[in-house]
């Protein structure tokens, strides 16, 4: 997709952070955006930012993690705007937890909003795109979806998972040649609320780290904004890239998985107990 120009993007997790820059980038290359989060009053603010614009908004509060609601929402997407040529499948939520601490209840949360969210939309939106006859599939994995780190099981799982039904997913349409593509994004630590707003274990304790605390100190290796993570997407897209990474992290984690496959894992660990 070379131009956003009079295409209409749609955009999961649009009230705060990468979604929210998504939209305003979007909306400067001249893109109709149909924009849904869980957050109402985040939305709410999203929408008025981009009161002004050329460009039609939609909204619609929508939970990822409810297969009936998001197909209602590409329907009404559609009949909206008449169209949909891009799905982001950005929303997300962070959980620090051991594997043996970890409530199973926890574990279904994350899965269901950054897996099982992410498999909605592409279903839900992806006989749309077809019709349209020019679309792309935008799903957000994580450098967590490259390399796995302790305390991050679950979401490394979902991660991985996403990485995996996209790449698989970009090659169908591959061989399909039906217009549309799709792209699988690992950002590395950006400057968002997705560590502040995530859920900790107290069991995350027995690795060293304080439950209290943990989000807040993680958050500090957050290098990359938000808004320069979404013109990286939108290039990336453009490009019709299959991996975009986002923030000068994800390629320095990128090329030591590929250099260190193995070794990576034995270096985390004795930084873990070392801390410990």
Known sequence: MKSFTDKVA????AGSGMGRTLAQSLARRGCHLALSDVNEQGLAETAALLQGSAVEV?????DVADREAIYAWADQVVRDHGKVNLIFNNAGVGLGATVEGMRLEDFEWLMNINFWGVVHGTRAFLPHLKAAGEGHVVNTSSVFGLIGVPSQS???AAKFAVRGFTESLRQELDILRCGVSATSVHPGGIKTNIARAGRVDPSIATLGADPKSANLKFEKNFITSAES??????RG???DKRRVLVGPDAYM???MVRLLP???QRLTVAVTRKHI
């Open 10 to 13: 749609a955009i999961t997790g």
């Open 237 to 239: 897209v453009a490009k």
């Open 58 to 62: 939609t909204t619609q509060r929508v």
């Open 229 to 234: 993570a979404a013109e990286t997407i939108l």
């Open 253 to 255: 984690i990128d090329l």
């Open 154 to 156: 679950a979401y490394n």
């Open 262 to 264: 193995a070794l990576y």
